[in-house]
């Protein structure tokens, strides 16, 4: 009996998926797939295991393969320390298979020459038209990422049991009682993409300790993920359950207590000085500030820059969503956020949330408006009427 793990395939794409390997899959062996947004399905024998994106559980496998709707090899310690898990979950023998589509490689945060340029301990041989079998030794993925990910991924099963103390201990919380893993694994991915977003954000400076500000930081994964790469965040967070349980409880777990500090508050009173942070970032969570406030909170944000720093909003606009889709209501049009930015800060250019690269305004508000700012190394205080 054999298990092979497909990871992020739509589940009717299954199929299709392993009869391109270049092997024939035996009749008898036992899949699990993972499929969009962390959501785990069995489709074998019950009582078999199935596996997440961020934490595999214990399950080894002959084959994995991670197929062509799969989108988050970043250049970066996260990816080497993520494809090291997957390493890791293999039985002797077992072979690890990446399916890249030629006519989609020019898309791809990494095609696998970039694979390979980045990350120079892992091996790409090419099997067949389009996929790619890794290789790697065990002593090149034994060591410890400048990354939260090992920490997070071992320490899941906690933050379960935190995550259930804190939604009944905690009035007035926001945490998504039954959605734990599926919020986790958001949180998980968002860290990566987010880190990997602001570090090019920020360019040269991401080089040396930075002082971050991250407003509606959540659980603190991304706090986290930058503290570990030597930069010190201020997290602010209205829930409480966040700011005084799941996240001082992440940022230890990960090593990073000293460089992490937790504010409870909502970001229209959040007081911040004059030019004491390089970045400061919005992740999701500007839809829901008061909309008498916005202009006052931008630019207060934006005085709390120093010249040079950077200033990155990300939201889903109203223009790329359903009218019944969750919080429609409080969802900027993308004229409107671009308008405020524009007013209230310096007119953003946005980037693509994958690949990093400039797109114009009417691609980004068909999808994901990611908008960063950047403050004029000469900058001068305007008094904006």
Aim: hydrophobic share 50%; aromatic share 10%.
């Amino acid at each position: 009996m054999q298990d092979i793990l497909v990871i992020r395939p739509p589940v009717a794409a299954t199929a299709d998926v392993l009869g391109r390997m270049p092997w024939s899959v035996p009749p008898a062996c036992r899949i699990a797939t993972m499929s969009n947004g962390g959501r785990h399905l069995n489709l074998a024998q019950a009582g078999h295991e199935p596996a997440h994106l961020f934490a595999h559980g214990s399950t080894l496998y002959d084959a994995i393969v991670i197929a062509r709707e799969f989108r988050l090899l970043y250049a970066n310690d996260f990816t080497r320390a993520w494809l090291a898990s997957l390493f890791a979950r293999l039985r002797p023998g077992g072979r690890l298979w990446w399916e890249v589509p030629a006519s989609a490689t020019g898309n791809w945060l990494l095609d696998p020459a970039g694979l390979q340029a980045a990350l120079p301990e892992l091996r790409c041989r090419v099997a067949v038209s389009g996929l790619f079998e890794l290789t790697a030794g065990r002593a090149d993925l034994e060591r410890r990422w400048r990354t939260i990910f090992a920490d997070a991924q071992a320490s899941y099963p906690e933050f379960r049991t935190r995550f259930a103390a804190a939604a009944a201990n905690f009035e007035g919380h926001w945490l998504k009682v039954g959605q734990e893993e599926q919020q986790y694994i958001y949180a998980m991915m968002g860290a990566n993409q987010k880190s990997w977003l602001a570090e090019n954000a920020l360019g040269a400076r991401a080089a040396q300790p930075c002082r971050i500000l991250d407003v509606g930081g959540g659980f603190g994964h991304f706090a986290a993920e930058m503290a570990r790469k030597g930069h010190f965040v201020t997290l602010a967070e209205v829930d409480p359950a966040k700011t005084r349980a799941l996240g001082p409880w992440l940022a230890a777990t990960c090593g990073v207590s000293a460089a992490v500090r937790f504010v409870e508050e909502r970001m229209e009173a959040i007081q911040v000085a004059a030019e004491s942070a390089d970045l400061v970032t919005i992740f999701g969570s500007l839809l829901y500030a008061e909309r008498a406030a916005l202009a006052n909170t931008i630019a207060k944000l934006w005085r709390a820059l120093v010249p040079g720093g950077v200033l990155i909003v990300h939201e889903n606009p109203r223009d790329a969503i359903d009218a019944d889709a969750a919080d429609y209501a409080y969802r900027f049009p993308a004229r409107e956020l671009d308008e405020l930015l524009t007013r209230h800060a310096a007119a953003p250019r946005y980037i693509a949330p994958f690949t990093g690269a400039e797109i114009g305004l009417a691609k980004a508000a068909s999808s994901v408006m990611i908008a960063v700012s950047r403050k004029s190394d000469s900058y001068a205080e305007v008094v904006r009427a």
